[in-house]
Each structure stands twice: as structure tokens, then as C-alpha cells.
């Protein structure tokens, strides 16, 4: 099997490290890197998380690099309490990692992903799932890698329903608007996976109790982060009766698109007004006949939950 090489760059919270999870547990992933980022919790502690969680799913062997700490127009960065209450202080539900032993590489974030688009080209996919930071500023850097990278699949944005800070704005892409807008109109392939699709993917505790009875410490400790947030969601949003799988669909749709049907569309990002953070059509290119983008619009919800919870659960029951 041609396995995809994949890099994550993640704002490490519950969902990330679901999403790292998914990636660990599918062959067709050959996880090259994890970037971090800020949003859920400040980057130290993304890397963090990031390097405790790979420990826990055995996978020491995935580099981890420190990204931009705020936002390419901000000179620092907090985290919202909303955050913290939806994915704990510690970002992954209050619960206590194994160290892993490491630290975060010495190279940059920054510089990582523009070595590897040229190294790895259309053989690589580039999932983030935070601000859209740190692939704006290698492009400020590189602009060349627009046109190398294979794919980028991110989880941000909404386009056909209302927005969750705001009723036009999703979280990711509201941390910062003008990176998000700088990437969308670079001409990289993305596909957007925003609140329009995630939020039609719920996992409750009786799938977390699955995890739990493999009898392993990562599928208990799995199941104790996921079950915070589920708990979460029954203050922040009782009326889904689950917890949204957001970043694990960014993940699911990279390995393969089949799983949702995509809109082609140039796509912008307002940066200005009311609107700052909403993902729109760019009425400049409506008549263009190249999408350089497209927009998940409707998604095999059964088969997604189906294929994540068959790899989860198969990740966490060969770990120790």
C-alpha cells in the first residue's frame, strides 16, 4: 500500500488528539510530523500534548516542532476561556500523560514544512487544525510551495451553516482571519472541512466505552480525555447528544475524499468589519473556470464514525 505522507499541525486538544489518534491508526498515513501551533492551548503546550500523546500511542518515532505563537497581525496570544472550558486547561481534558521524554525539535515549524513540500511534493498532505499561522508565514516565506504541495485538507471554516464564535465566524479561522486569507487566495489545493460536515459526526460514551475495555492504558486514558469533552458539549451544545469529531474528519478526508462531497470554489476569508473571520466565495473569481479549493459540503456520516472508530479502537488495543 502507497501510504500518504502526511504532516499534522495541530492547536493540541481533545479533538487533535483524536486526530492524532485516527492518523497513528491508519496504514495508509506515514505521519512525517506534527507542527504546533496556538488556539486550545498556548504552542508549548501543543507540543507538549503532542509528544506525551504519540508517547502514549507508541509513536516516539514522529518529530514534533514548535510553531508561531499568535497570530501573524498580534503580538501575543491567550487562550480563550471557552477553551479551556471545552478542552481543559492542559488542553486534553485535565487528564495526566506519561512524559515522553522529549522535546520539541530545534528546527522551526516554519522551516520544516517548506523542507518537506520540497522534498515530498504531491506526495504530501498538509492537515492543519488550528489557525492557518504557521503554513501563512511559510508561504510569506516560500510562495513557491503553493504550487508544490500536493494537498492541504484543514478543519476550520463554515460556509453553508452559522459559525461557533460568532454567527459567521468558525473558532480556527477566527484566530486569525488574515492568515486564513492568505493561504486561501496563495492557489493551494485545500479542501475546506469546516463546521458543515464535523458537526454531523458525534461520538458519545458508549463508543468511548469501547475504548475502555481494551483494557489498555491508551484506550482508558483515550477514553477519559474524549469523555471530557463529550461532557462538555452536553453544556456548550445538549442538543447533538454527542461530541463533534472535528479534526479526525480533516484526517478521515485526507486519506480519502470519497467520504464526503466537496464544493468546488475559489474561497477568501473577510479580514475587515462585522464579518472578520467568515469563509466566503471570493467574488473576484467567481467566473473563473480553476477552483483552487473546495468547500465539504455533505458527508457519509455512518461510514466516517464506522472507519474511525474501527482504527481507534484497533490503535489503542495494541498499545501497552
Known amino acids: 500500500m502507497a501510504q500518504k505522507k502526511m504532516i499534522l499541525d495541530l492547536d493540541v486538544g481533545v479533538d487533535d ?19 504546533c501551533t496556538y488556539g486550545n492551548v498556548l504552542v508549548e503546550q ?5 509528544l506525551d500523546v504519540l508517547h502514549l500511542f507508541g509513536r516516539d518515532d514522529v518529530p514534533v516542532f514548535l510553531g508561531e505563537p499568535h497570530a501573524i497581525e498580534k503580538d501575543g496570544f491567550e487562550v480563550m476561556e471557552i477553551s479551556a472550558f471545552i478542552h481543559g486547561k492542559n488542553g486534553i481534558g485535565e487528564v495526566v500523560l506519561e512524559d515522553s521524554g522529549r522535546e520539541p525539535e530545534a528546527t522551526p515549524a516554519v522551516d520544516f514544512i517548506i523542507d518537506a513540500v520540497h522534498t515530498y511534493g504531491e506526495d504530501l498532505v498538509y492537515v492543519p487544525t488550528g489557525p492557518e499561522t504557521n503554513m501563512a508565514v511559510a508561504l510569506q516565506k516560500d510562495p513557491t510551495i503553493a504550487d508544490e504541495l500536493g494537498a492541504e485538507v484543514l478543519m476550520g471554516g463554515a460556509l453553508t451553516v452559522p459559525g461557533n464564535v460568532s454567527p459567521c465566524c468558525e473558532a480556527n479561522i477566527n484566530q486569525d482571519p488574515d492568515a486564513a486569507n ?11 472541512v469546516g463546521l458543515d460536515v464535523t458537526l454531523q459526526t458525534l461520538l458519545t460514551y458508549e463508543d468511548t ?5 481494551c483494557g489498555t492504558v491508551a484506550g482508558e486514558k483515550l477514553a477519559d480525555i474524549t469523555d471530557y469533552y463529550i461532557k462538555a458539549y452536553e453544556t456548550t451544545a445538549p442538543y447533538l447528544g454527542g461530541c463533534g469529531l472535528h479534526d479526525p474528519l480533516a484526517v478521515g478526508v485526507a486519506i ?3 467520504l464526503v462531497t466537496i464544493l468546488p470554489i475559489n474561497l477568501m476569508v473577510d479580514t475587515e468589519g462585522p464579518t472578520r473571520g467568515r469563509t466566503i466565495g471570493n467574488p473576484d473569481l467567481l467566473n473563473d473556470p480553476y477552483k483552487s479549493m473546495g468547500a465539504c459540503v455533505e458527508v457519509d456520516a455512518p461510514r466516517f464514525l464506522d472507519e474511525f472508530m474501527n482504527r481507534i479502537t484497533g490503535l489503542v488495543a495494541g498499545c501497552k
Open 17 to 35: 488528539t483524536l486526530a492524532i489518534a485516527y492518523a497513528c491508526g491508519s496504514p495508509e498515513v506515514d505521519l512525517i510530523g506534527i507542527t
Open 46 to 50: 501543543s507540543a507538549k500534548n503532542a
Open 182 to 192: 492568505l493561504v486561501f487566495r496563495s492557489g493551494i489545493p485545500a479542501t475546506m
Open 209 to 213: 466505552k469501547k475504548w475502555r475495555e
Open 256 to 258: 480519502d475524499p470519497s
